[in-house]
């Protein structure tokens, strides 16, 4: 199917000090509802998102929820249309089928905004993280290049001026690949999701987040693998606990001209 469009030209009216009113048209980042369906059988949950690269977010986000262990497992991805929104049906192998049924549905619909909500138990989200690896190396002076540049690569931000973007740039600092939605987590689901599609892995680069660096956050760069994740926002103390049980590298408050280290400095190559 053709997807939504991802904004809406919208009419308003411009108000400026010491100028008169006028007309004019702004662009509005669209959110539609977005059911996920496992296996033509079980709604898992709806969530709000930006209708973009939606292959991509089912990807990451079965990977991230933890609803299949390796990105093998996620056999086929189909967009279908669904009043209002649109439906995602998500073929997965039998056992993680079989697993996910026995842990249930979320409970309630996934706001824009959202990353836990939905589960009706805080134990629900308590489990093992993986160790990300230790060999990964980052110079400062890539991590300032990829801040400096990322603005230039949020096509539907330079729109809008609301949505979050998740970037991968390489170890030079040359963004690759760029996500935007109007719900962080979907931004970083939907990068994950691209890099997975692709074969690609998290060890040969590092990631940039637009928003804060918060408690979900911290679980989905870790369960894909990021060692170095660079936040233009401040962190959260559980989300710094996260990194700290990964060994995960985290500079946030992040600018080209400056960047707070939290933890894991031995990945950082100061130039």
């Given at each position: ?153 949020q096509s539907l931000n330079a729109r809008t001026h609301m949505v979050h973007a998740a970037a991968w740039a390489s170890q030079m600092g040359r963004i690759e690949l760029v996500r935007e939605d109007v719900g ?88």
């Amino acid at each position: 199917m053709t997807a939504p469009a991802a904004f809406t030209a919208v009419p308003c009216t411009r108000i400026r000090t010491g100028c008169p009113a006028e007309a004019a048209t702004r662009d509005i980042a669209e959110e539609i509802p977005v059911n996920i369906v496992f296996n033509e059988l079980y709604p898992y949950a709806v969530m709000m998102a930006s209708p973009c690269d939606l292959e991509d977010f089912a990807r990451g986000f079965a990977l991230t929820e933890r609803i299949v262990m390796t990105p093998d497992s996620i056999r086929d991805v189909s967009v279908r249309p669904a009043e209002d929104g649109v439906e995602l049906h998500v073929r997965i192998d039998g056992a993680d089928l079989s697993r996910l049924m026995q842990r249930g549905r979320r409970a309630m619909t996934g706001r824009t905004g959202c990353g836990i909500c939905g589960v009706d138990r805080i134990e629900a989200r308590e489990h093992a993280l993986p160790q990300v690896a230790a060999d990964v190396r980052v110079r400062l002076g890539a991590v300032r290049r990829a801040l400096d540049d990322l603005a230039e690569h949020q096509s539907l931000n330079a729109r809008t001026h609301m949505v979050h973007a998740a970037a991968w740039a390489s170890q030079m600092g040359r963004i690759e690949l760029v996500r935007e939605d109007v719900g962080r987590h979907n931004a970083l689901d939907k990068l994950i999701g691209a890099r997975l599609r692709t074969g690609a892995g998290f060890t040969d680069g590092f990631c940039v987040l637009t928003s804060r660096y918060s408690f979900e956050m911290a679980e989905k760069t870790a369960i894909a693998g990021m060692a170095v994740v660079v936040a233009i926002s401040a962190p959260t103390a559980r989300a710094l606990r996260v990194a700290a049980e990964t060994g995960q590298t985290v500079l946030a408050i992040a600018r080209p001209d400056g960047q707070v280290l939290f933890g894991g400095a031995e990945r950082i190559v100061m130039d």
